[in-house]
């Protein structure tokens, strides 16, 4: 009777006792392997419940997550990145009479598992966002404030839902 493969990737195995086949021996180890060479799960969770025991994770084995859409690596202790993850978006800011502003907090969309680099990007420099910088603020795995400030000190400026873009890359 066939079994299956000790990663939990369906790949078919003829056992001793069936008859022997060799076409579909074949057919069954090409195919299982050649459309599994990236072993493919639907998050990080089901690959820690596949990749256990016999079957566990070896350094170099890679596996793409269907609910973060990413490729990674097996460190031979932990999962990490195949390539720097790039995120990025635009929120709106609005303030009174400052002359520097600490934004909200924004969220990546992806955690990452060092702190990225970031950038804040004013998609205006008319009427009160000339002459003003941003950059990032309190950057985390998770998270990061834009900061903004004028550049001449004491030039209170009033803003009202001025676009900011932002970008980051880490892993």
């Known amino acids: 009777m066939a079994t ?3 990663y939990g990737q369906g790949v078919s195995i003829s056992s001793l006792t069936d008859k ?3 076409e579909t021996l074949a057919k069954n180890i090409a195919n299982g392997i050649a ?3 990236v072993l493919r799960f639907a998050s990080a969770a089901a690959r820690t419940a596949a990749l256990a025991g ?3 994770p070896v350094e170099g084995m890679l596996s793409y997550l269907a609910d973060t859409n990413l490729i990674y ?3 031979g202790s932990t999962w990490r990145l195949v390539a720097p993850l790039l995120q990025y978006g635009s929120v709106n800011v609005s303030f009174t009479n400052k002359d520097q502003h600490l934004g909200n907090l924004v969220t990546f969309p992806i955690p990452y598992s060092t702190n990225p680099i ?3 990007e004013i998609h205006s420099t ?3 966002a000339s002459r003003w910088t941003s950059k990032p603020g309190d950057v985390t ?3 990061f404030r834009p900061f903004l400030q004028s550049g001449q000190d004491g030039a209170l400026a009033t803003w009202d839902n001025i676009q900011l873009f932002w970008w980051a890359i880490g892993t």
Request: cysteine-free; overall charge negative; glycine content about 12%.
């Open 4 to 6: 299956t493969d000790s």
């Open 126 to 128: 008319a009427g009160a």
């Open 73 to 75: 690596t097996y460190t």
């Open 118 to 120: 970031v950038g804040v």
């Open 54 to 56: 016999e079957g566990a």
């Open 35 to 37: 459309s599994r060479s």
């Open 20 to 22: 022997p086949d060799a």
């Open 141 to 143: 795995l998770t998270t």
